[in-house]
């Protein structure tokens, strides 16, 4: 059985989710739920980062220790999760002793095969990111390119991963594996970082102690970036009993990582390295996504631009956020995120389209074939049409590209449509010419609520209770198959209330 096991980066718990956590984690989880649903091995993970410096002073300052800040926040996220209805298989606390112990027992591997030394460091400092950045990387001269935060000098004594050793075995792999960072403009941005030559990295801080402790030298943590990556090891039973834990062979190196673009070099040049250097294969498959802007800038906790999931959610209801955050922003791109986006995607995909589709498709077996569906007919424009649609759909989920998948979806449901305004089974009488056509509606719509059961798991079980099918789509019981043909008719067609009421605003 294929293995798919997909992370997110895991957020910063000093920040509120917002829209921008959500479209990274919702993607991950229409991948999940797909894969799920094609009958693969599926573990999903994602959590909450919770050591540095920023979470230590505003504990500070919220006069409260460090854990009560982190505990304090955590569920945040767990909470906006639960709201959108993500289907994580773990959420990982990097405050967890699970996590101490594997962080522990990686960088102990690094430093025993002797790729981490001591050294003193001086750098430029965004205390936002927990980051040094080089002078040319920052703009106005001073400022952090992705806070705007002036950034201070700092100089202290540390230990360092000896980065620049693994400049050629990192070329080595990128050109090995072609496609293990997509799309192709971000692998090569970071091919071109690693060619330009890499410098060792300082990976641990004695300025402050809220992080995981060195095994070897107790005056220093590392530094909370280098903890953070090791939680997708963590979660698989990497730090556990026997040579790696017992079921990290199972899991790695066949890790997805989502990830934004803001963080790609910590995940496609410092994380390969360091998977290199403690013995392990580095991640199968990096796939870098863009950002959801506002206004034209990047949501985040300083520039108060941020939308809350849950804002959206009681506004648009949950399906419809998660179709927009997946349907109009494809991974790998920039989007603007706004409310006239989201009510124009609204009324044309789902009011018009799909929940029209259902809701004509419900009147009409009730008023031409007493409310029982007739099986799909084997022939005809969308036995014709469909099954292309179909594979197009399934090829863009294979991809890991929701919006191709759900694009190809509501090709099916406008053919569908189409055609039933070519017949007009509702003007004309019973018989094999309505049972055709209103079959074939029936068939495309089973087919749809497969296709888009990833992105809208509510929705797509609706249809499939209403259209007469017993289970949930995905659930690989009857009716379950991707081939034309699998609307056997003879079942009760509900028709409810619209799915999708038209909006106005
Ligand atoms: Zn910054």
């Given at each position: 059985m294929p293995r798919f096991y997909v992370t997110t980066p895991i957020y910063y718990v000093n920040d509120a989710p917002h829209v921008g956590h959500a479209y990274c984690t919702v993607n991950a989880d229409a991948l999940a739920r797909w894969h799920r649903a094609v009958g693969d091995e599926v573990f999903f993970l994602t959590g909450t980062d919770e050591h540095g410096q920023k979470v230590a002073r505003a504990a500070e300052e919220h006069g409260v220790t460090a854990q009560e800040w982190t505990d304090r926040l955590a569920p945040r996220f767990a909470e906006a999760w639960a709201e959108l209805e993500i289907s994580n298989d773990d959420f990982i606390r990097t405050t967890e002793p699970r996590h101490r112990q594997a962080v522990q027992r990686f960088l102990g591997t690094i430093y025993d095969n002797g790729w981490i030394v001591k050294d003193t460091y001086a750098g430029l400092y965004c205390v936002d990111c927990e980051q040094y950045y080089a002078a040319d990387e920052l703009v106005d001269g001073?400022?952090?390119?992705?806070?705007g935060r002036v950034v201070e000098t700092l100089e202290e004594e540390n230990y360092f991963f000896?980065?620049?050793?693994f400049q050629d075995r990192l070329v080595e792999w990128y050109e090995a594996h072609p496609?293990?960072?997509?799309p192709e403009s971000k692998r090569n941005e970071a091919l071109s970082f690693i060619k330009g030559g890499l410098q060792d990295i300082s990976i641990t801080r004695?300025?402050?102690?809220w992080g995981v402790p060195v095994p070897w030298d107790d005056r220093h943590v590392f530094y909370v970036w280098y903890d953070a990556l090791v939680n997708y090891l963590t979660a698989i039973?990497?730090?556990?009993?026997g040579p790696h834990g017992a079921t990290f062979e199972r899991w790695w190196p066949a890790v997805h990582h989502l990830i934004g673009k803001e963080i790609i070099r910590f995940h496609c040049v410092w994380w390969p390295a360091m998977c290199m250097a403690a013995g392990i294969d580095p991640p199968a498959a990096i796939q870098v996504h863009g950002w959801l802007l506002v206004g034209g800038e990047k949501m985040s906790k300083s520039k108060l631009n941020q939308i809350t999931p849950g804002e959206l959610i009681a506004d648009f209801g949950v399906d419809a956020v998660r179709y927009h955050l997946l349907r109009d922003?494809?991974?790998?791109s920039d989007g603007e995120l706004s409310v006239e986006g989201i009510v124009a995607r609204y009324n044309a995909d789902?009011?018009?389209n799909l929940g029209n589709l259902v809701a004509r498709v419900a009147t009409v077996v009730g008023s031409k074939c007493a409310g029982v569906g007739p099986a799909a007919p084997a022939s005809g424009r969308l036995a014709r049409a469909v099954p292309g649609l179909v594979d197009e759909a399934v090829a863009g989920w294979a991809r890991g590209l929701p919006h191709l998948g759900l694009e190809a979806a509501w090709k099916v449901i406008r053919e569908a449509n189409a055609e039933l305004e070519r017949v007009e089974p509702w003007k004309a009488d019973p018989g094999p010419v309505v049972d055709d056509a209103l079959g074939g509606a029936l068939e495309a719509l089973r087919l749809v609520a497969l296709l888009v059961s990833p992105a809208m798991p509510g929705t797509a079980a609706e249809i499939w209770r209403r259209i007469g099918?017993?289970?949930?789509?995905?659930?690989?019981?009857?009716?379950?198959?991707?081939?034309?043909?699998?609307?056997?008719?003879g079942v009760g067609v509900e028709k409810g209330p619209a799915l999708f009421p038209r909006r106005r605003g």
């Open positions: 001073n400022r952090c390119p992705v806070h000896r980065l620049s050793a496609d293990a960072v997509v004695t300025s402050i102690d039973g990497y730090g556990e009993e922003t494809p991974l790998g789902l009011a018009n099918l017993p289970g949930v789509p995905g659930d690989g019981g009857p009716g379950h198959e991707l081939a034309w043909g699998g609307y056997r008719g």
